[in-house]
């Protein structure tokens, strides 16, 4: 039987409790590092998710890199001016032409600010020509804008003696409106455009022409007033004018005829003076009159209104209707 060393016991104890020992060092110091190491990743990646998260979507001019995970910038007058913008205001539905959204925000959220921002300088410059030089209704001219055109406007005749005219403001917008031409003048309309010209009227020439038929019951007179000075007449011009009248007219039904008395009609006309030729039809008539200076002083002052005036004579019979029309030419009947 061979005895057991005392010696050889104790250090195989000794060895295995120093075993035991490292295991458990290693263990702990594994479970430290798994540890470090996994709090390091997620720093990393909380941090690395917040750093370099300001984006401009829209610009692509906007490069901020925050240096903290607050954001930098509180308004859209520091965003705009950070890229080089001196003006901005916050977007509502839309920036203008010539302006640039920059929206700042982190990605996958609702941006922090929507900014339209722009510098004066670089909106867009309008130009406004004129080739009649401005406000000029003796002149025929056309306005261009923006050089574009699609964006001409020509002067033209409104009326007779109203010219429609165009011209550029200081801020090189454009604008027209009506001006009526002087005492005398004319609408002109030539290719240039329309403009104001003195006229030179002769004899013959037509002032005004007009006509009109109608069928009436009742006693008010039937009338038309005629403004020369829409024609163009002035006051003190060399010529003298002339009116042709023609007129005619029917009974329009049986209640007319049969009457004691007949119906009849009047026709009146009057210069700027008041009444200067009547006539009373006592049965239905055409005829034809010319008032000339020959025969009536005719007067125009400028702006009483010449009158042709239609009525039932002496008074409209109970439903009795008449038909009536007529002619009338005003002209120059001669010139000095
Ligand atoms: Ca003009
Ligand atoms: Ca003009």
Redesign the pocket.
């Known amino acids: 039987m061979v005895e057991k060393d005392p010696r050889r016991n104790k250090m195989a104890k000794k060895s295995k409790r120093f075993k035991k020992k490292t295991k458990r060092i290693i263990l702990f110091s594994s479970i430290f590092v798994a540890a470090l190491i996994i709090i390091a990743a997620i720093t990393f990646l909380v941090l690395n998710s917040k750093s370099e998260s300001f984006v401009n979507t829209l610009n692509g001019t906007l490069d901020i890199t925050p240096s903290s995970q607050s954001p930098t910038y509180y308004s859209c007058e520091q965003i705009c001016s950070q890229n080089g913008f001196s003006k901005s205001y916050n977007f509502f539905t839309s920036c203008k032409a010539g302006e640039t959204k920059i929206t700042y925000g982190y990605p996958g959220q609702l941006p922090l600010f929507i900014c339209c921002c722009y510098n004066e300088a670089t909106l867009p410059i309008h130009t406004c020509t004129d080739t ?1 030089g401005g406000d ?6 056309t306005v261009t804008y923006d050089n574009n055109i699609n964006n001409r406007y020509m ?1 033209s005749c409104f009326d007779a003696t109203t ?1 429609y ?2 011209r550029c403001n200081a801020d090189n917008s454009w604008q027209g409106g009506k001006e009526s031409c002087d005492s005398g003048e004319t609408c002109i309309s030539s290719r240039s ?1 329309g ?1 104001c010209k003195a006229h030179v009227w002769n004899p013959g020439d037509t002032v005004w022409e007009g006509s009109g038929a109608a069928s009436i019951i009742g006693n008010s007179p039937q009338t038309s007033s005629i403004d020369l000075s829409q024609y163009g007449i002035g006051v003190d011009g060399n010529c003298r004018l002339g009116i042709q009248l023609s007129t005619a007219w029917q009974y329009a039904n049986d209640k007319c005829v049969g009457i004691p008395g007949m119906q009849g009609v009047k026709w009146d006309f009057y210069d700027s003076n008041g009444l200067e030729y009547t006539r009373t039809d006592t049965t239905p008539v055409s005829l034809g009159v010319d008032l000339h200076p020959e025969t009536h002083i005719l007067n125009w002052d400028g702006h009483t209104k010449w009158i042709a005036s239609m009525m039932p004579f002496p008074f409209q019979y109970p439903d009795c209707s008449i038909t009536y029309e007529y002619t009338a030419r005003i002209y120059i009947y001669d010139c000095l």
């Open positions: 009649d000029n209704k003796d002149v025929p001219g002067d010219v005219e165009y455009g403009y």
